[in-house]
């Protein structure tokens, strides 16, 4: 019963994040990688890993990272290629895409389901399809500070929360209300 239960964890872990080992194997593929890198369950270019640089700090949700688009093989015999690089402090938000060519600078957030299809210069934030820059980091961050002085902030991360705990995040985002959480 131990076997089954370690096997489902591993399982489990490999659906929600990307591994040391998988790190590892980005890395034999060219891929380079910094420090204090999270992936959750990203997509990245297998065939030209060698193309794409992540920074330190990163943090990638549910990502594609292509550095080639065949829509052109079919008609031209070629293939486009492009460099990927992300660089130190970026968020990727949930099911963005990074497409070939593509330059993201540092200290960036990108929101969920982002198409980014053009460079994204440092201390920014952006999102959308094709994706943006929305506003600057710092304008980002401070309207949120002041939000959380009005709105639920919540200090257990989301494994040891309590039914009592997801019961009241319950009643207190409702009705579209937003809070913070660790």
């Not at 990203?42 to 065939?47: I, K, L, N, S, T």
């Not at 550095?67 to 660089?87: E, F, N, P, Q």
């Not at 994706?131 to 980002?140: G, H, Q």
Request: aromatic share 8%; glycine share 10%; with cysteine.
């Amino acid at each position: 019963m131990a076997g089954v239960k370690l096997l489902v964890k591993r399982v489990l872990k490999k659906c929600f994040h990307i591994g040391p080992e998988d790190v590892e194997d980005y890395r034999r593929r060219g891929v380079k990688i910094g420090k204090n890198v999270n992936m959750f369950s990203c997509d990245v270019d297998y065939g030209h890993g060698y193309l794409i640089e992540i920074g330190d700090n990163c943090t990638l949700t549910n990502a594609t990272i292509l550095t080639h688009d065949a829509s052109t093989k079919m008609y031209l015999g070629y293939s486009k290629v492009g460099r990927v690089k992300i660089g130190n402090n970026v968020f990727i938000g949930q099911g963005s895409i990074i497409l070939p060519g593509v330059s993201i600078g540092n200290n960036v957030i990108v929101g969920a389901g982002s198409v980014v299809k053009k460079d994204i210069p440092d201390d920014t934030v952006a999102a959308g399809n094709p994706a943006e820059p929305i506003c600057p980091l710092d304008k980002y961050l401070e309207k949120n500070r002041k939000r959380m002085k009005e709105s639920p902030v919540y200090d257990v991360y989301w494994e040891n929360k309590t039914p009592v705990d997801i019961r009241r995040m319950q009643e207190e985002l409702a009705d579209g209300r937003i809070g913070y959480d660790l």
